[in-house]
């Protein structure tokens, strides 16, 4: 089945610059049935890990975790580039090709003992869902569970996860 | 029960600048039974239309758009800001406090004959749902349901929208 789903996605070569593929989810978010599937696998995964907060990432992260946090039933908390969100928030840097930028929660966004799951599309270098694990942890929270659909694995953004549970749905393993 | 959702949304004065009061959602979005309520709300509204396709206004229409394609199953659609979708898109622009943006949504996003729900966070002057509501039926499509969580109905945006079936489930009627 992760087979079918991949040849669902549909690879959009130079975008958004010349020498990157980008890999376009719509394609697989107008098949109800793909997307039903999607959420299915991730609402396993979360279920086994005893998940109680859903952290999900702006903004492809958010179609996923607004539907997670509905099947589970449990909190759905936004984590937004810096000065999107309105209340007081605590931030965490990460690298990007030049320079670095910053990612933001509320501090009400995680309570001490939470038991979190990261939601994202995707897993390229890790460092989006690496600070978005130190947001988790500043506040308290264990991160028990890190999800996305599609893996760049050729980008080895797990490395820098070390130590977390994983899922991924769709893996490539070249550009 | 509008009522007592009204009554969790967090209001955030200054946001983004001196004289707004920011009406924030994420105090709604994590506790799970007003976030069900809402979307509730939504659907049975969806299935009354007879909705055969969801249009998500990035970003936090994603967060409702995502958890009603998948209780509806059927399509989700994104808007995104210019430059964001990767594959060939159609624009239409809306005005701004000064100057103008634009959003965009996949030339595939909706086929003709499609009966589309468009739903966002907020109805404040009505500009980017109307802007969503000419790419919906650039392409063929028919707007029969427009949801948002919250209406400033001191803006007028309703005006902008005359013809459309909208819901709102609260409302502000001053800043």
Chains 1, 2 share one sequence.
Do not use: W
């Amino acid at each position: 089945m992760a087979d079918d789903l991949k040849a669902i996605i549909r690879s959009v070569p130079g975008f958004p610059k010349p020498g990157i593929v980008f890999r376009d989810i719509t394609t697989l978010l107008s098949k109800p049935e793909a997307f039903r599937h999607a959420l299915d696998e991730f609402e396993a995964f979360f279920r086994r890990q005893g998940v109680n907060r859903i952290v999900a990432i702006d903004s492809r992260g958010f179609i996923f975790g607004g539907a997670l946090a509905d099947r589970l039933q449990v909190a759905f908390v936004p984590v937004r580039k810096k000065g999107k969100l309105p209340y007081t928030t605590i931030g965490a840097e990460y690298a990007l090709e030049y320079g670095t930028d910053c990612l933001e929660m509320h501090i009400d966004g995680v309570q001490k003992g939470d038991r979190v799951a990261i939601i994202d599309d995707l897993l390229a270098t890790g460092g989006t869902l690496e600070a978005s694990c130190r947001l988790v942890e500043q506040l308290g929270g264990q991160v028990v569970a890190i999800a996305v659909l599609i893996e760049l694995t050729f980008l080895n953004g797990r490395k820098k996860l070390a130590g977390y549970d994983i899922l991924s749905l769709i893996d490539y393993d070249t550009e």
